[in-house]
């Protein structure tokens, strides 16, 4: 079944968001403050805790089945000379996650994640949006509604990762576009471009927001014709997430970066989610603080791919292990004062 019929379909979704179980979450608080520790002392694990009970609505919740979704797309504006890499790398990465060979990969292993890769229309990059939108209405609502398809039923936690070279000059297009501040705000060195090739950047998000100044009115329309197609897939597989109660867990600045024109009119649309890390580039910082996320690791990544949603999964399992398996003050006979 299709997910979002058309774009006023997908922004209707955006205005009707269910929220967290208020219930599930109470219980959750008061068997933190049950265990035999003193309270609060587990910091951010009990917050984790609490959090991951509200969306899967249950007391002690789980995390028996979690899926890690990269989408990948390439862009016509890598022809601009916006990254270090060529647009031929994002195939070829493409067929070392399907064998295996990924820092994903192994993350995602070493994290207990069943890891999905989603290539959409690599041989068709999408346009330069300096020249053009970057994808039709058609073309954005299909990868959409590909990344919301790619959402496995019966999930307990959905991680989120991208690959597409070039990428990182799109993402800050979209901030850009959806916050404020200048374009030199959100370009960074990507995957280690030089001052020269970041100004490039710079000037290429000043063209994009030129050309299509009037026209960035909605969600949509700011993914359509600034964004890519497995960005637009996360924005799908974000929304689809929300709508079925599923906690997420983002990645850096690319993967953030989806969230950016949503974010713009739904400030909400963030609650279900956990910010795995915070990247080294630059704008991740600017973009966490927009969306008001705080980090659970900083760790000097910048690589993208989910690699710092899946490695920051193993502190959901530590906090979900120490909610479920420690004894309360009750049940250990120790004294509450
Ligand atoms: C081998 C390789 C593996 C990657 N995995 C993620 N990225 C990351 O780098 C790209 C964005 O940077 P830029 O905008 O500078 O191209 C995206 O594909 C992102 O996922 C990679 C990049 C490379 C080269
Ligand atoms: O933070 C990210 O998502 C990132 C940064 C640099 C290169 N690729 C991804």
């Not at 990344?147 to 070279?165: N, Q, R, S």
């Amino acid at each position: 079944m299709t997910a979002f019929a058309s774009p006023p379909a997908f922004l209707a979704a955006l205005a009707a968001l269910p929220q967290p179980d208020e219930a599930a979450r109470t219980a959750a608080i008061a068997r933190q403050d049950s265990l035999t520790k003193p309270r609060g002392s587990l910091g951010r694990l009990e917050d984790i805790a609490i959090f991951m009970a509200g969306w899967q609505g249950h007391a002690r919740p789980r995390l028996d089945r979690v899926s890690g979704i990269i989408f990948a797309g390439n862009h016509g504006v890598v022809a601009r000379g916006v990254s270090a890499f060529s647009a031929a790398v994002t195939a070829q990465m493409v067929a070392n996650f399907e064998r295996g060979g990924g820092a994903a990969n192994a993350l995602c292993a070493a994290a207990g994640i069943d890891l999905a890769i989603v290539p959409i229309d690599l041989d068709r990059p999408t346009a330069d949006f300096t020249l053009a939108p970057a994808m039709s209405e058609e073309e954005c609502l299909a990868a959409l509604n590909i990344g919301a398809a790619a959402v496995p039923k019966g999930i307990d936690l959905l991680i989120l990762g991208e690959m597409g070279i070039g990428n990182s000059t799109v993402a800050a297009a979209l901030c850009a576009a959806s916050f404020d501040g200048a374009a030199a705000d959100w370009v960074g060195p990507g995957t280690g471009v030089d001052a020269s090739g970041i100004a490039r950047k710079g000037e290429a998000v000043d063209a994009g927001l030129a050309l299509h100044r009037g026209s960035l009115t909605t969600p949509f329309e700011i993914l359509r014709r600034l964004g890519g197609r497995e960005l637009a897939a996360i924005a799908g597989a974000l929304v689809a997430a929300r709508l079925r109660g599923v906690p997420v867990m983002l990645d850096g600045f690319i993967c953030c970066s989806a969230v950016a024109p949503l974010a713009a009119i739904c400030p909400d649309i963030v609650a279900h989610c956990l910010a795995g890390h915070r990247s080294t580039e630059p704008g991740h910082t600017r973009l966490l603080d927009a969306l008001g996320l705080d980090p659970l690791l900083s760790l000097g990544m910048r690589l993208g791919e989910g690699s710092g949603a899946a490695t920051a999964t193993m502190l959901v399992r530590a906090a979900l292990t120490a909610h479920d398996g420690m004894a309360t003050f009750a049940e250990a006979g120790v004294s509450e004062a």
